[in-house]
């Protein structure tokens, strides 16, 4: 059974296809194509790349700011040019997707149909980044794939079991009542993650306090306790919490009052500052690229250092709330772009944290593999994981049609 995932982000669409038929579900098979398409580098276009299992790639920008065009071409790739590993796109049983928000409506991953995508758009508003860049995926691959089975799978699946405490907002109750909670997101990376920490360490999940650091474009924290998300740091939309690449996390509300009301500032204009022009991006004034902003650090740009050093206290004061949320602490796991790459974060963020007996090595250089970059005399294991959040979709995938299709 040949399952296509979709993982469209606020900046950057990637796509795998996997084989399931003999695959096993207690280990990340490598896929059999994988495709990424990323607006970050080209003015006025994206850049495409493909590569499939024989090591076969391509690379080449198109002249297009559309997503479902870069879609489309993208899932030609499968069939055409170097990167071709099927002889026709009928081959493919399922697509699942990554959609970041399923408001109080969808806790497990379902099959896309008019009602679905309704709600996904009636929740446009509390993910103005994602969900249309998730609708539109379904779109271009019904355009290209036909009546295939979609699959939704939500990132806000994983954090529905958050006690009320950490889910509900100090406002008035009405809130409560009108559905206006803490949602929380990334939810199918933190899930992962955590299940990997657990089978790295040869523990049982429900026995371990993980706090999960998603940190990318979009940045948020997870504290996972018995199994479940106990806590996180994005809420109501994913611009709560973490400073991230362009978007500025939590920040006074009264700041936004003082906007209106004395700087003009309209809705749509504290939208685009808050989620476009803030964080790295804002700071910096650079970019919203962590590389290109510690570059910038290092050749003496004071913008860029004042932009790290937030970056990382914001990081480590949310870190410390979600240790709290745990009542102690097993496990820190790093992933995702930042989280996984850059070794100056995972330094000065676990920094804050040597009185509780962590420790890493004296060069937690990045391995290949996921790694354990702690001590060994360290009391809390600190590990870097790759994030595989298409493979997981792929397995919701499968559990959600296998009944159907009959297909193991």
Not at 259 to 265: C, F, I
Request: aromatic content about 6%; some cysteine; hydrophobic content about 40%.
């Amino acid at each position: 059974m040949k399952i296509l995932v979709l993982n469209a982000g606020s900046s950057s669409h990637k796509s795998c296809l996997f084989d399931l038929s003999s695959a096993d579900a207690d280990h990340s098979p490598s896929p059999l194509w994988r495709a990424a398409l990323d607006w970050t580098h080209q003015e006025g276009g994206v850049e495409l790349t493909a590569t499939n299992a024989a090591g076969d790639s391509m690379q080449q920008v198109l002249s297009t700011t559309d997503k479902a065009e870069g879609i489309e071409a993208m899932v030609k790739t499968l069939v055409q040019g170097p990167t071709q590993v099927l002889g026709d796109l009928a081959e493919i049983a399922a697509v699942g997707h990554r959609v970041v928000h399923g408001g109080h409506n969808y806790q497990n991953p379902v099959v896309v149909d008019d009602e679905v995508k309704a709600t996904i758009e009636s929740l446009i508003p509390l993910a103005p980044a994602h969900n249309p860049a998730n609708l539109q995926g379904i779109e271009a691959i019904a355009q290209s794939l036909g009546t295939i089975p979609q699959v939704a799978v939500f990132d806000t699946a994983f954090h529905s079991h958050m006690p009320e405490a950490a889910a509900t907002y100090p406002g008035p109750y009405a809130w409560v009542e009108q559905g206006i909670r803490r949602y929380g997101f990334h939810g199918i990376s933190h899930q992962y993650v955590a299940q990997r920490a657990a089978k790295m360490l040869g523990r049982d999940l429900e026995s371990l306090k993980i706090l999960t650091c998603h940190l990318g474009n979009g940045c948020s924290l997870a504290a996972v306790k018995d199994g479940f998300c106990v806590d996180t740091t994005m809420g109501f939309t994913p611009l709560e919490g973490l400073m991230m690449g362009s978007r500025s996390g939590s920040v006074d509300p009264g700041l936004l009052i003082h906007l209106m009301r004395h700087e003009g500032y309209s809705v749509d204009d504290l939208d685009t500052l808050l989620n476009k022009e803030s964080g790295l991006k804002g700071l910096s004034g650079l970019s919203n690229d962590m590389r290109l902003v510690t570059e910038a650090m290092e050749q003496g740009n004071p913008q860029a250092k004042l932009a790290i050093e937030v970056f990382i206290h914001r990081l480590r004061r949310e870190m410390g709330g979600m240790i709290a949320s745990l009542g102690g602490l097993d496990v820190v796991v790093f992933t995702a772009g930042i989280g996984e790459n850059k070794s100056l974060v995972w330094q000065r963020a676990c920094e804050g944290f040597e009185f509780l007996g962590l420790r890493l090595n004296d060069d937690p250089s990045r391995a290949q593999d996921d790694q354990d970059i702690a001590t060994m005399d360290s009391a809390v294991r600190v590990l870097v994981i790759h994030t595989q959040e298409e493979w997981a979709i792929a397995q919701a995938c499968l559990a959600l049609l296998q009944p159907a299709t009959g297909h193991m």
